[in-house]
């Protein structure tokens, strides 16, 4: 038979073990909460032109943060986007979204072609998506 002292120190430790774990997952909805808003922030620099280089820049740091959530290896963002190719439906997008950014970054040129926005943000959001950030309504 469990002694008293025994018994109260089983159920602590299963009490701690419990309410980590549901801290944990608590602290892991709440960050992937914050992903999804600075998305949906992102989508609304696109209806201003001066702001599309911003959304460029910004979009790649959203993709390498969301590499870091998922807990990809890399030290550099180019790394992480190798360590995660197998879960990109086309890899050609995710590197078009970074070096598109790395070049605004580097040059400091504008982004103004419409062309290339529309197809930014459809490669980011199919990235998000692959990487099970954001939904795909399609489905």
């Known amino acids: 038979m469990i002694s008293n002292s025994k018994l109260v120190l089983v159920i602590s430790a299963a009490l701690i073990i419990l309410i980590t774990v549901f801290y944990l997952i608590y602290r892991q909805n709440l ?5 999804i808003k600075r998305w949906n922030s992102l989508m609304k620099l696109v209806s201003k032109k001066n702001k599309w280089s911003q959304f460029a820049v910004e979009a790649d740091k959203l993709i390498i943060d969301t590499l870091k959530f ?5 030290h550099s963002a180019g790394e992480k986007i190798v360590s995660a190719q197998h879960k990109f439906s086309n890899n050609d997008d995710v590197w078009f979204c970074h070096k598109l950014a790395t070049q605004i970054l ?19 959001r199919q990235s998000l998506i692959d990487l099970e950030l954001l939904k795909d309504d399609k489905k």
């Open 31 to 35: 960050q992937k909460k914050r992903l």
């Open 70 to 74: 998922k807990h990809f290896k890399g």
């Open 106 to 124: 580097d040059d400091k040129t504008l982004l103004e072609d419409k062309d290339t926005v529309l197809r930014l943000i459809h490669s980011c």
